[in-house]
């Protein structure tokens, strides 16, 4: 059975193009919300301390942060489907506050869970199959990929199949529950990465070989955070026959050889940084020579039938570009902005990928109301086989729109909050929850993020100004992304004062780069300043064509640094 | 033992919601306002022990000192800005926290 055959559309809101649960799937889900159930009986009945029972919370994704607990659910690889995007709303209004935030990791979270309510919520989450198993600890963490795949035209292939093999190998992987830090893998199939595979533990890029055969880049070591470290490429090409086994070798090595004695130098990133690439491929490649591989010999028969849950929709056939649709843009200046700014090419004529941006001006990035993801549920059926993607900037993607539908599309989205034209924009502000809401967190980030965006509410100015990714961190863990940022903010404390620094250059891309320190910490007032005058410079310096980021690698860090030098009242304090 | 160098109460977080708490001269309280104030490193110890002892008892968890100055009410307020943030709420979203319900200025 396919996720298309008629007896799966049969279904109330049957998953179009997504994985859905197979019994094994769902059991073990129904059986570890029914084991959680019982740990929290017995924390509060106290039977359980608060010592015992945190490693018990934390493998279900819930946290205590700053003025509550934060349960994180996994949305593997990003995808979902309408009507579990309906049971996240559902739950926000009837056991949160009405809200959800999503990731960078393209995960949701719930900020004021209650503690006795969390087994109900898991349950009503697993109703829809989902969970938060494995969205915490040390262990292989939630699967990211490429938000547009599947319906990018620079595909060679859909990496979701592949993320869910490894999700399924990951999960519940006995031997990789106890790694000497948390571990997190990307995939993407595309010419174009969209997934920041250079920066994550394990990066997989699908390649076509001379022969045409499909395989994978693997690129390990990768890592934002407090040493900030660029992938290194482990293997060049390894077939997806041995791709399990690959992966199996690099988490030995790494479980084997990995510090634990120092958890800021745990990951595998440090690893490969102390013993360099080579020593590693060495290793990895001694351990699959050495390994019994049989238990992870591929089954292209089980891959095959994963590989079928996500095949295309039921698309029409339908002319390359709508004439209602350069109409339209005719006819609405501001959905002709939108158009232009948030809807991409799609790998089927006459369709197109629309990204809906959770960063209205001002607004909290990533956050969504329950009325906000019902429109998109509600929209993705409408619009788009009821798929829709997390992306890994914290925005929604429907994958599947008709050129004809944009216009209407837009209007539903428009009137719901959710029309903000700034998608890949000065405005589309990668944040970390920060110190808001998060008790890692040194200092704030959602109200910087709030004050650049409110500094460039002029959209047409945004445009001006074109690609820019501004990402900002509230700790030096980086979960905002600061390091890969064209401009990156990093929140910390100076003298008990909440202190930002400003890093130039960085790229999540294929062509990834580390931004560069510009100087001194600046105060939360300042950072819009700053922004605006690096803008300008660019914008003052910058060619034909170029990004704000090439500007910068061509004229070089130092002149950005010494135009702030001399706009700064002396120079000290930027 | 540290120097004791400014007034201190005691935080900690409800084990059942999560929600922020404080230890007041009865209990523990929702509002910092209501806080009990150590003024001496032995008052302070005082509260922590009695925090531990709710540690125990599976009433609170995450428990520690915070330094506060004392308003001309002789309310506390603390001095660093997690802690007041932990008082109020997010900044970012005055309609949620303490300081949506008044339990907190």
Redesign the interface.
């Known amino acids: 059975m396919t996720a298309h055959d008629p007896e799966a559309m049969r279904r109330p809101n049957a998953p179009m193009t997504t994985y859905r649960y197979d019994e094994y799937d769902a059991a073990f889900v129904s059986e570890r919300v029914a084991e959680f159930r019982e740990q929290v009986r017995r924390?509060?009945s106290?039977a359980l301390?608060?010592e015992e029972f945190r490693p018990f919370r934390l493998m279900n994704g819930l946290y205590?942060?700053?003025?509550?607990?934060m349960l994180r659910v996994a949305i593997p690889y990003g995808t979902l489907t309408a009507r579990q995007m309906r049971r996240l709303a559902d739950i926000a209004e009837k056991w949160d506050?009405g809200y959800g935030h999503f990731t960078t990791r393209q995960n949701l979270q719930y900020n004021?869970p209650?503690?006795?309510d969390t087994p109900d919520i898991l349950e009503s989450l697993a109703d829809v199959e989902m969970h938060a198993i494995q969205t915490s600890g040390n262990c292989i963490r939630n699967v990211t990929a490429d938000h547009f795949a599947g319906v990018a035209p620079d595909e060679i292939e859909d990496p979701r199949p592949t993320a869910e093999f490894l999700r399924q190998w990951s999960s519940l992987h006995s031997e990789f529950s106890f790694l000497p830090r948390k571990f997190k893998i990307a995939v993407t199939g595309a010419a174009h990465d969209r997934a920041a595979i250079l920066v994550h533990d394990i990066g997989l890029r699908i390649v076509k070989n001379d022969t045409g055969e499909i395989g994978y880049q693997v690129v390990v070591g990768g890592g934002l955070g407090r040493s900030p470290f660029i992938g290194k490429v482990v293997g060049d090409f390894v077939p997806r026959e041995d791709l399990l086994a690959f992966l199996e070798a690099i988490l030995r090595v790494y479980n084997r050889f990995g510090r634990r004695d120092n958890k800021y130098k745990a990951r595998v990133k440090i690893l490969v940084h102390e013993k360099g690439i080579d020593e590693i491929r060495a290793a990895v490649e001694a351990e699959f020579a050495a390994m019994d591989r049989s238990a992870f010999a591929h089954d292209s028969e089980e891959f095959e039938r994963i590989a079928a849950f996500f095949a295309p929709p039921p698309y029409d056939s339908l002319p390359a570009t709508s004439a209602s649709l350069r109409a339209a843009k005719l006819e609405s200046p501001a959905f002709a902005n939108f158009a232009d700014v948030n809807v991409g090419a799609h790998k089927m004529p006459g369709y197109a990928i629309v990204t809906v941006s959770l960063k209205p001006i001002g607004g909290?990035p990533g956050d969504a109301t329950s009325d906000q993801m019902r429109v998109l549920a509600d929209a993705s059926e409408r619009f788009g086989f009821g798929e829709l993607r997390v992306s890994h900037e914290q925005n929604i993607i429907l994958p599947h729109v008709k050129q004809d539908d944009l216009l209407t599309l837009w209007r539903m989205l428009d009137a719901a909050g959710l029309a903000t034209a700034n998608a890949g924009l000065v405005s589309d502000i990668i944040s970390c929850p920060g110190?808001?809401?998060c008790s890692l967190a040194t200092a704030?980030s959602?109200?910087i993020a709030?004050a650049i965006s409110k500094r460039f509410s002029d959209m047409s100015r945004q445009r001006r100004i074109g690609k820019l990714g501004v990402k900002i961190s509230g700790c030096i863990n980086a979960c905002g992304h600061h390091h890969v940022g064209a401009i990156g903010i990093l929140g910390l404390e100076k003298k008990?004062?909440?202190s930002y620094q400003i890093t130039l250059g960085g790229d999540p891309t294929f062509s990834a780069s580390i931004g560069e320190i510009l100087g001194p910490g600046v105060t939360a007032e300042q950072v819009p300043d700053v922004v605006e005058h690096l803008v300008d410079y660019y914008l003052a310096e910058r060619e034909e064509g170029e990004a704000f980021i090439d500007t910068w690698r061509r004229i070089g860090h130092a002149r950005f640094k010494d135009v702030l030098r001399r706009e700064g009242e002396d120079g000290a304090d930027i | 033992m540290p120097v004791f160098k400014h007034p201190q109460i005691l935080i900690a977080?409800n084990?059942?919601?999560?929600?922020?708490l404080f230890l007041g001269p009865s209990g523990w309280e929702r509002d910092h306002r209501r806080a009990r104030v150590a003024r001496s490193a032995d008052e302070a110890a005082a509260l922590e022990a009695l925090g531990k002892r709710d540690?125990s008892?599976?009433r609170v968890?995450?428990v520690y000192l915070a330094d506060v100055e004392i308003g001309s009410d002789g309310a506390p307020t603390p001095?660093?800005?997690?802690e007041k943030?932990?008082v109020k709420?997010?900044?970012?979203?005055l309609d949620?926290?303490k300081q949506a319900t008044g339990g907190a200025l």
């Open positions: 924390r509060l106290g301390t608060e205590l942060q700053l003025h509550a607990y506050k004021w209650k503690l006795v909290v110190l808001d809401y704030r959602i109200p709030q008990g004062q909440e | 977080s084990l059942t919601d999560g929600e922020v540690i008892a599976n968890v995450d001095l660093h800005y997690r943030m932990r709420g997010p900044s970012v979203r949620l926290g």
